[in-house]
């Protein structure tokens, strides 16, 4: 197997161009690492228009790269692969930016922006924000810790259990757990929200206020489409960043964890870079640091690496799509 190189996402730099966004995007989708994974999979090369190359790797992907099938991730089914082919998405996942954690690159920001997702990723993101406090990395608004009312699973309430938490009965409690785990704090000094009765519809917003520390404010929105589906990333974004008052040229740092930064990055930039003027720095939590090691980790498989390149060539494709409209 030949080495692949690492291929840079989408700048999120402040001020950034359409020009230079559209390059960072066609620079991401053209590369080799991707291009043999296709090859691998049986496909041709893809168009050379990119708004077509995009469509393309769209199609394409969903025949051989989703297996999720509209469940939560959790629900995915997990293909079996031969060594080669199984070595190969591990190396291309590594290349296309999917595996090894970054540490952030600034010094300050104006926002920390954490998103949810599993309950111990929940617990993993809210630590790992503190860490980056206790650290020195100054925030000079607000800790925003982004979730949904997605009900938690069967398997999430029980690593909640063993981790000693009482996560509640969604993503967004377990969110309000992990905030009171890792700052020590009993309840959040503010609340607001709607309950209209539908998760799809309703939204909740609880600040906490830790002492000698930027205000945390835990927050979960409503579907931007309650008729078909949940809240999903970028419309908790949005709803954060209309709360906030986003300013142009704030630099905002995002947590994830490394398998979703392509994906959720590219997200960020359409829904807060792209409108707004921020800047965006997406960072994967490193699931090696000694504070972190107790919490569970599940297995990453080439399953799901394929899965969330999909997701990040879906979220490449809304992100062009944006720019390209202006």
């Known amino acids: 197997m030949r080495i692949i190189r690492d291929v840079a996402l989408p700048g999120g730099e402040a001020g950034s161009t359409p020009a230079r966004i559209v390059d ?33 790797l769209d199609d394409f992907s969903a025949r051989h790269w989703d297996f999720r099938g509209g469940r939560e991730r959790p629900e995915a089914a997990e293909p079996a692969f031969d060594p080669r082919t199984a070595g190969l998405v591990l190396a291309a996942a590594s290349a296309l930016g999917l595996v090894q954690p970054v540490p952030p690159a600034r010094p300050a ?16 993101r809210v630590a790992y924000a503190a860490r980056l406090l206790d650290s020195g990395r100054a925030v000079a608004g607000e ?25 509640g009965d969604t993503e967004v409690d377990a969110l309000d757990a992990a905030v009171r785990l ?43 489409e309650p008729g078909r589906r949940r809240a999903h990333t970028a ?19 995002m947590v994830t964890a490394p398998i979703y930064v392509p994906f959720q990055h590219c997200d960020a930039l359409r829904t807060l870079a792209v409108p707004y003027g921020c800047g965006i720095e997406t960072v994967g939590v490193d699931p090696a640091l000694p504070d972190l090691t107790w919490l569970p980790e599940p297995a990453l498989t080439p399953g799901r690496y394929l899965q969330e390149i999909r997701s990040a060539i879906r979220s490449m494709r809304a992100l062009y799509a944006a720019v390209a409209a202006g």
């Open 24 to 56: 960072g995007v066609r620079s991401w989708v053209t590369s080799p690492p991707l291009r043999d994974l296709v090859a691998r999979f049986g496909g041709d090369r893809p168009p050379d228009d990119l708004a077509a190359a995009l469509a393309w």
């Open 109 to 124: 920001y104006a926002h920390l922006v954490v998103l949810g997702g599993l309950a111990h990723a929940c617990l993993r």
């Open 143 to 167: 800790v925003a810790v982004l979730g949904s009312f997605r009900p938690l699973s069967g398997a999430e309430r029980r690593a909640l259990a063993g981790a000693g938490v009482a996560g």
């Open 182 to 224: 890792t700052f020590g704090l009993a309840e959040p000094a503010e609340e607001d929200g709607v309950d209209a009765g539908d998760p799809h519809r309703s939204w909740s917003s609880r600040t906490w206020r830790p002492a000698g520390l930027p205000p945390v404010r835990v927050l979960a929105a409503p579907s931007s």
């Open 235 to 253: 419309d908790t974004q949005r709803f954060w960043a209309e709360r906030v008052r986003l300013r142009v040229g704030d630099p905002v740092l």
